[in-house]
C-alpha cells in the first residue's frame, strides 16, 4: 500500500518523534549530542523553521517544529542525513542509523503547543532518569528557565503565555511543567485525532487538509532526480550511466543512488535498469554516500535548488 503523502504548508507545528533502527541507540556520548545540536541550529539557519521544544534520549528524541515555507520532509532529510554521516564517520560503519521514516503529528498550536512542550520536556521524567526535568542536560527545558541558552530554540512563543515579564513567565511556566510530572503517556501526542496524523478539533482537521491541498507536496519522479544531479555535475544521463569508474560519474550515480532509496515510491531497482547496473551495486553505492561531506556541502541533499 502506497503511504499518505506528507501534509504540508507554511506554520505547521510537528510532533516529530524518530528512532533508531531495530530500537540501537543513537546518541554514544555527550559529543553526539553536542553535535546533533550543530545540526538542528544549521538546519534552523537553512531552512527557517522553529523548534519549540526538543529531547535527547538515548534512542529516539522528539522534537516539536513549526515549518517555514520549506516542508518538513526536506527538513528531516537534511537532519537524519547530517547525523547518520557523523556517527558513522566517528564509529567507521555505513548504513541506517533511524529506524525507518520518522513519525510526526500536525498539532494545533493554538489548543496544544504549551502542552505538547510539557510533554516532551518531561519525556526524562516519565522514563525515571530523573525526578525533575531540570536535571536532565539534554532538552529544551533548561533553556526555558534561564539555566542556558539555545540560540536555535524558540521559547518565546510559550513563554508569552505565561506573562508578559520574562521573570514570571518563567516561573508560571515551570509551575506548569511540575504541575504535569505525574501525568502518564498521552496517546494523542504520537497517533493524533484524525487518521494518526493530525492533533486538534475538527476545524481544525479540514482547515490542515485544505492547506495542505493547496500546497500538496509531491515526491520526486526519477527523471527529476537524476536531472538535478547531472545539472549538478555537468552531466547526462547517458554520461552518468556509461560503463567505467570515472569519479565524477560515480559520485553523481552514488548520490542517485542515495536519493532514490529516500524517496517514497522510487526504487534502486527502477534505477538500476536506466543506469544499466545491478541493486547491490547501487545500494553500496548509497552507502558510501553516508560517510562522505563533499555531497552536503554541494546542497544537493536538501533539494534547495528548487
Known amino acids: 500500500m502506497a503511504r499518505k503523502p506528507r501534509l504540508h504548508y ?39 523553521y522553529r523548534i519549540h521544544a526538543f529531547c535527547l534520549m538515548k534512542n529516539h528524541v522528539h522534537l516539536a517544529i513549526q515549518v517555514g515555507e520549506k516542508p518538513l520532509s526536506r527538513i528531516m532529510q537534511h537532519l537524519c542525513f547530517r547525523y547518520t554521516q557523523w ?43 530523573v525526578k525533575d526535568p531540570e536535571k536532565y542536560l539534554w532538552s529544551g527545558h533548561r533553556a526555558y528557565m534561564g539555566h542556558e541558552t539555545l540560540f536555535w530554540l524558540t521559547t518565546e512563543w510559550v513563554l508569552s503565555q505565561f506573562g508578559r515579564r520574562l521573570k514570571s513567565a518563567r516561573a508560571q511556566y515551570g509551575e506548569f511543567v511540575q504541575y504535569g510530572r505525574k501525568e502518564g503517556h498521552r496517546q494523542e501526542f ?31 519522479t526519477l527523471d527529476e532526480i537524476i536531472e538535478r544531479v547531472g545539472k549538478e555535475y555537468g552531466l547526462t544521463e547517458e554520461e552518468m550511466s556509461a560503463p567505467g569508474r570515472q569519479r565524477t560519474r560515480v559520485e553523481a550515480r552514488a548520490l542517485i543512488a542515495y536519493l532514490v532509496r529516500e524517496t517514497s515510491g522510487l526504487s534502486l531497482t527502477d534505477l538500476g535498469r536506466r543506469m544499466k547496473r545491478d541493486v547491490s551495486t547501487l545500494s553500496f553505492a548509497a552507502d558510501k554516500i553516508l560517510r562522505r561531506s563533499n555531497y552536503q556541502n554541494k546542497g544537493i541533499v536538501s533539494g534547495d535548488q528548487h
Open 87 to 129: 556517527v558513522n564517520g566517528r564509529q567507521k560503519k555505513v548504513g541506517h542509523l533511524f529506524q525507518g521514516r520518522y513519525k510526526a503529528i500536525v498539532v494545533d498550536a493554538d489548543a496544544y503547543l504549551a502542552e505538547l512542550v510539557r510533554y516532551i520536556h518531561l519525556n526524562p521524567v516519565r522514563a525515571k532518569l
Open 10 to 48: 507554511a506554520g505547521a507545528l510537528y510532533h516529530v518523534m524518530v528512532r533508531g533502527n531495530g530500537g540501537q541507540d543513537i546518541f554514544a556520548d555527550d559529543e553526539d549530542r553536542c553535535r546533533f545540536y550543530l545540526f538542528l541550529q544549521e538546519g534552523v539557519e537553512k531552512f527557517g
Open 190 to 220: 504520537h497517533e493524533g485525532t484524525s487518521g494518526g496524523r493530525i492533533l486538534g478539533d475538527d476545524s481544525f482537521v479540514e482547515g490542515v487538509y485544505e492547506k495542505s491541498e493547496q500546497r500538496e507536496e509531491k515526491a520526486e
